[in-house]
């Protein structure tokens, strides 16, 4: 069946700090990926997606690249700011399906 | 703000009781997807209604029902509810016929506790 797999958390960094959450997946055919991030009390936000092999999807400073070679969409970001302190969920959705597959979400900490 | 929004925020219920969760899509939406979020997991994709019919379901069980009205908002209900259907309720609402089939938006969530 369709997963998706992030690295654990909590990730606590400092402030300017280079980021890096691992996101690998398993699924047939190709789907497309995306990541999304949840703040305290809130909902769901998707911050980028990525649709074909190769494609890079950016926002906010966020970048992630879709590697169908090793079935990744690490999430990156060069300075991360204490703003950014979420829960990241990496999530897969193919084509014709109707529903999204969620990774169990990493916990993110900046600290000033 | 997405424009997609849940009633009521919080809620507690004793097991055994019968729950339904509301949500009112973002204007133009005409499906909504609802997703049950355990404490620190991910979502799980419960079912989706299009156009006031079901549309795909996940593994839940029967007892997890749902609706959708004419004006696309949408409700989901619980019988006999378990200590384990505590958790975080988030529906999303989407337009696969307007811009990404992919975008979903989602609500702020509704609490669940089940004592």
């Known amino acids: 069946g369709n997963s998706v797999t992030q690295m654990e958390g909590p990730v606590t960094l400092s402030e300017e700090a280079f980021l890096t959450i691992n996101c690998t997946y398993t699924?047939?055919?190709?789907?497309?990926l995306f990541w999304y991030v949840q703040y305290p009390g809130e909902g769901l936000q998707l911050l980028l997606k990525a649709t074909k092999a190769d494609d890079k999807g950016s926002n906010k400073g966020f970048e992630a690249t879709y590697r169908k070679e090793t079935t990744s969409f690490h999430l990156e970001k060069g300075s991360v700011q204490v703003s950014d302190s979420a829960v990241y969920f990496c999530a897969l959705r193919h084509n014709y399906g109707q529903n999204f597959v969620f990774g169990p979400g990493t916990r993110l900490s900046v600290l000033p | 703000e997405t424009g997609v929004t849940q009633s009521p925020t919080h809620l507690i219920k004793t097991r055994g009781q019968q729950v339904t969760l509301r949500c009112s899509s973002q204007s133009g939406h005409n499906t909504v997807s609802w997703y049950q979020q355990a404490l620190g997991q991910g979502p799980q994709f419960i079912f989706q209604y299009y156009r006031e019919e079901e549309n795909g379901r996940g593994n839940f069980p029967p007892r997890f029902s749902g609706l959708q009205f004419p004006n696309y908002s949408s409700e989901l209900n619980v019988n006999a509810l378990e200590l384990d259907d505590s958790a975080l309720y988030l529906c999303?609402?989407?337009?696969?016929?307007?811009?990404?089939?992919?975008?979903?938006?989602f609500g702020p969530g509704t609490r669940l506790t089940v004592t």
């Open positions: 699924a047939t055919g190709y789907p497309s």
């Open positions: 999303a609402s989407s337009n696969p016929l307007r811009g990404s089939s992919y975008e979903q938006y």
